[in-house]
């Protein structure tokens, strides 16, 4: 039914300097869960005013976050202490994931997950599966249910792992061209190409995922580049006729502006150069690269105004460490203050919502509160905990209370999300 939701809204247009902010804002949502109208109440049309309405009073209806980078079936092995990413991957995660293959397993973790996402006012992802198809089906399945925007896809991994984990490169191919057959485009659903790095991807396997990324319109393309130490160490010794780690990939036609990489943290001039050229955007995973003792990746340096990277935030569960979008842009600001640079908390709201929208392709549907696209929000408390609420004494703008929720905030600042227009969450119980 169409109806009315009330708030303080925010939302960010192309940049963090485009804000949209009422005091006392309202979204109209029209039955098929897009945003009809939205503004300042009293310039509410005549005709929705009698519309059933949730209102808010202060708090802050924003557009859900997007996560551009999650592993669903890492999502109950948060807080796994590997002594770095390779010894993590095989101690820890590659075990984990093995379980995947069992359908009936993965429906149930696929229920757990998302209603953990809404939990912590996530509304849309890009998101690893296992290798196993089973895990994809369940994953697409269950955000089909729900009416949302879900990027994923089976990963391809064909070497360096337990064989519960490993596929083949024509398996991997014939599979994931029948997910993108089965699910992209199927309401919100779109297809990534999941080849999982170069450390666990033959040649053979990195060559046909070029070619699905070519042959698959639409689709997506995800993988891990440059995160740790060990690993860019490895890449060199099973590529050596590579330029560097950017070149693996490049080699095999995976860079476009539809190509996610992960993490970029250790990435020289020319590898910058070689992504911005072709429109690649790196995913930046603060909670997981200060957990994992990956490095500090300079946002600033990506970014660079000659050759700018396109840089999303995401929280790379299980290696991150943590669900929160909001955790995730705290953790992100203490990154970007160790390597010498200080960013506002809007330029991070902005990332996480418009921003992501954009890097995934999705803008056109979700990532900021305008009529036609879908009514994907979140309504955040600033006075969720008592530290906030006294933290909110002191302050006096918008970019103070953004920033108390993105250092102090969690899932306890949660007060509601919405999915296409249907409440999917919400925190009943005063926190005490
Ligand atoms: N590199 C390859 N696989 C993974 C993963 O699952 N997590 C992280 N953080 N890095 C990876
Ligand atoms: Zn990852």
Redesign the pocket.
């Known amino acids: 039914m169409t109806h009315v939701i009330k708030g303080q809204t925010l939302s960010f247009g192309t940049s963090h300097l485009h804000v949209k902010h009422e005091q006392k804002g309202a979204i109209v949502v029209a039955d098929d869960g897009t945003i009809l109208w939205s503004g300042p109440q009293p310039l509410l049309p005549h005709g929705f005013r009698q519309l059933p309405c949730d209102d808010f009073g202060s708090q802050i209806v924003m557009p859900g976050f997007v996560d551009a980078h999650i592993?669903f079936p890492?999502y109950r092995m948060l807080a796994a202490p590997g002594k770095d990413?390779l010894d993590w991957?095989t101690r820890f995660?590659f075990p984990e994931e093995s379980r995947y293959a069992d359908p009936a397993f993965a429906a149930a973790a696929a229920d757990v997950f998302l209603s953990r996402l809404y939990a912590h006012g996530t509304t849309s992802a890009l998101a690893?599966c296992s290798v196993h198809k089973t895990c994809a089906d369940a994953l697409f399945s269950a955000a089909a249910a729900r009416n949302m925007a879900l990027i994923t896809g089976k990963t391809m991994m064909d070497r360096n792992a337990i064989p519960a984990v490993q596929d083949d490169p024509e398996t991997g191919a014939r599979e994931s061209t029948e997910l993108y057959s089965a699910w992209h485009g199927k309401g919100r659903l779109r297809y990534a190409v999941t080849p999982?790095?170069a450390?666990?991807s033959t040649e053979a396997q990195l060559k046909i995922s070029g070619e699905l990324l070519a042959s698959l319109d639409g689709a997506l393309m995800q993988t891990?580049l440059s995160?740790s130490p060990g690993?860019i160490a490895f890449v060199k010794q099973l590529f050596p006729d590579a330029k560097d780690y950017t070149d693996v990939y490049d080699r095999f036609g995976l860079l476009s502006n539809r190509s996610l990489f992960?993490?970029g943290i250790h990435l020289s001039e020319r590898e910058c150069a070689r992504l911005s050229e072709s429109g690649s955007g790196v995913v930046h995973?603060p909670t997981?690269n200060t957990f994992?003792g990956s490095g500090l990746m300079p946002m600033s340096h990506l970014r660079k105004i000659s050759r700018p990277v396109a840089v999303g935030i995401a929280t790379?569960v299980g290696?991150g460490t943590n669900y929160s979008m909001l955790a995730t842009l705290g953790e992100a600001y203490k990154v970007q203050m160790l390597a010498g640079y200080k960013p506002t908390a809007a330029e991070l709201f902005h990332m996480a919502t418009q921003g992501n929208a954009e890097r995934l392709h999705i803008s056109h549907e979700t990532g900021s509160i305008d009529t036609g696209k879908f009514a994907d929000l979140v309504v955040l408390d600033p006075n969720a905990t008592p530290v906030l609420a006294s933290r909110q004494e002191l302050s006096n703008s918008l970019e103070d209370v953004l920033f108390s929720l993105m250092i102090l905030g969690d899932d306890r600042a949660i007060r509601a999300t919405y999915v296409a227009g249907r409440k999917m969450h919400e925190r009943l119980s005063p926190p005490a």
Request: aromatic share 10%.
């Open positions: 592993h890492q990413l991957l995660t690893f999982r790095f450390v666990t891990h995160e690993e992960a993490h995973c997981s994992l790379d290696g």
